[in-house]
């Protein structure tokens, strides 16, 4: 059998009209700073280092509807953050542009919408969960 090769993800890529907007936006609201940058794409990172957020400007990219609807352009994916304060983590994002989704599915976890429409989640991180890379991520936190 053949040695599985090395994988590193280096960062999730959204889809964007605009990849410095979007990404202007989640440098905000996580205080990181630009690691490259390129006229239709952006990579964002921790200062600390580690997996980071991409961003690509994409001319055909339709806002994606919150919760799914059956003909409507879905979700591909969305983040879940971990904060350490809920309500002040909501207030914080929506001053920074995003808006809270009209469904909330669970109590504990807000759904936020970025400003093209993305879907992320906002929960309280455990007292296991540290600022560091989990070994295996929070599994409750779905939205």
């Given at each position: 059998?053949?040695?599985?090769?090395?994988?590193?993800?280096?960062?999730?890529?959204?889809?964007?009209?605009?990849a410095h907007e979007l990404a202007a936006f989640?440098?905000?609201?996580?205080?990181?700073?630009?690691?490259?940058?390129?006229?239709?794409?952006?990579?964002?990172?921790?200062?600390?280092?580690?997996?980071?957020?991409?961003?690509?400007?994409?001319?055909?990219?339709?806002?994606?509807?919150?919760?799914?609807?059956?003909?409507?352009?879905?979700?591909?994916?969305?983040?879940?953050?971990?904060?350490?304060?809920?309500?002040?983590?909501?207030?914080?994002?929506?001053?920074?542009?995003?808006?809270?989704?009209?469904?909330?599915?669970?109590?504990?976890?807000?759904?936020?919408?970025d400003p093209v429409g993305h879907p992320f989640c906002l929960y309280?991180?455990?007292?296991?969960?540290?600022?560091?890379?989990?070994?295996?991520?929070?599994?409750?936190?779905?939205?």
């Amino acid at each position: 059998m053949q040695k599985r090769p090395r994988y590193t993800l280096s960062a999730a890529v959204l889809d964007c009209p605009d990849a410095h907007e979007l990404a202007a936006f989640y440098r905000r609201l996580f205080g990181w700073a630009v690691r490259e940058s390129e006229p239709d794409w952006v990579m964002i990172a921790p200062p600390e280092g580690g997996t980071g957020l991409s961003f690509q400007t994409e001319p055909q990219f339709v806002r994606p509807t919150w919760p799914a609807e059956p003909g409507a352009q879905q979700m591909m994916l969305h983040l879940d953050i971990g904060v350490d304060d809920l309500d002040s983590a909501v207030a914080h994002a929506g001053d920074m542009g995003a808006q809270l989704a009209d469904v909330q599915p669970q109590d504990d976890v807000r759904v936020m919408l970025d400003p093209v429409g993305h879907p992320f989640c906002l929960y309280v991180r455990s007292p296991e969960e540290s600022d560091e890379v989990p070994e295996a991520g929070p599994a409750k936190h779905r939205g």
